[in-house]
């Protein structure tokens, strides 16, 4: 049983809706109380991929099956069947679903359809996150004593205040900023890994005009979607960060993940939680 002051337990006493870039420690710090405190772990992105893409997930792959004559007869015959298999820490299928702009010949969706996915991932994440109340009310009744909301790092891009209100009336919005080395380390990784991404309709327009102006090309059907991601990502963050801030400022507080990575176990994460303004 864990042995932590009182002023850790009202910090805590409230849902929690974690607030940050992906890979900053969201899910690190859920699955660290989940262990140790019975907590509830409910992930925005799993949410997404299983209910509100799910149909759309699976018609991207049944559409990329079809492109092999051999799979597709067999697809129409029934031979076999699709399933899309999402799990906390498998979410590609739902990443390949989102995809990336670019060159189609390099696995680039053309424009209209890259922006068509954008919207309905948009939609999809607003009403993952009206659930969460719903969700709050059954972990309670399972007998789960904790709660803690893994939101997407898209969440701040939502611009949605009634979003923003329900989650702020029902959870406590904590807000992971990155570090300037976890910075560096989130670049790195976009740089080395680049992987789908969602952003705001304007926001990517004014990108694309940059990209295609620097990068001397006429068409977004040119554009390399890996060099693309990886370029863009630094002024995602950049985009992201006020915005987060914005979010913490009004509906909750704000740690620093270089403070919780220094977090050994529940008890620190409580602490570190009670001090946060």
């Given amino acids: 049983m864990l042995d932590y002051p009182k002023s850790y337990e009202i910090a805590f006493s409230k849902p929690i809706t974690l607030l940050g870039m992906s890979g900053v420690g969201?899910?690190?710090?859920?699955?660290?109380?989940?262990?140790?405190?019975?907590?509830?772990?409910?992930?925005?992105?799993?949410?997404i991929g299983t209910e509100y893409l799910n149909d759309a997930i699976v018609s991207n792959i049944k559409q990329k099956?079809?492109?092999?004559?051999?799979?597709?007869?067999?697809?129409?015959?029934?031979?076999?069947?699709?399933?899309?298999?999402?799990?906390?820490?498998?979410l590609s299928s739902a990443s390949d679903f989102l995809g990336k702009v670019g060159n189609p010949e390099q696995g680039g969706l053309p424009i209209d359809e890259f922006s068509k996915r954008q919207l309905l991932h948009r939609e999809a994440e607003i009403k993952a996150m009206q659930d969460v109340p719903?969700?709050?009310?059954?972990?309670?009744?399972?007998g789960y004593n904790r709660f803690i909301n893994d939101a997407g790092g898209s969440l701040c891009e939502l611009d949605d205040e009634e979003v923003y209100k329900t989650l702020a009336k029902h959870t406590h919005i904590l807000y992971i900023r990155a570090s300037e080395s976890n910075e560096s380390t989130l670049i790195e990784r976009a740089?080395?890994?680049?992987?789908?991404?969602?952003?705001?309709?304007?926001?990517?327009?004014?990108?694309?005009?940059?990209?295609?102006?620097?990068?001397?090309?006429?068409?977004?059907?040119?554009?390399?979607?890996?060099?693309?991601?990886?370029?863009?990502?630094?002024?995602?963050?950049?985009?992201?960060?006020?915005k987060y801030d914005a979010i913490a400022n009004q509906y909750g507080c704000t740690i620093?993940?270089?403070?919780?990575?220094?977090?050994q176990n529940a008890n620190d994460v409580f602490k570190l939680i009670s001090e946060a303004n």
């Fill in 26 to 47: 969201k899910t690190h710090l859920a699955k660290l109380l989940g262990k140790q405190c019975k907590c509830y772990h409910y992930s925005g992105d799993y949410r």
């Fill in 65 to 90: 099956i079809s492109q092999n004559d051999d799979l597709a007869e067999l697809l129409n015959n029934n031979a076999f069947s699709i399933k899309n298999h999402v799990t906390f820490d498998n």
């Fill in 134 to 142: 719903k969700f709050i009310k059954k972990s309670q009744a399972q």
């Fill in 191 to 242: 740089q080395t890994h680049p992987k789908p991404l969602y952003y705001q309709a304007d926001f990517l327009k004014k990108q694309l005009d940059k990209y295609l102006k620097d990068k001397q090309l006429t068409y977004i059907a040119q554009i390399d979607p890996n060099a693309f991601v990886r370029w863009i990502f630094p002024h995602l963050l950049e985009h992201r960060k006020p």
């Fill in 256 to 263: 620093d993940s270089q403070d919780l990575y220094q977090c």
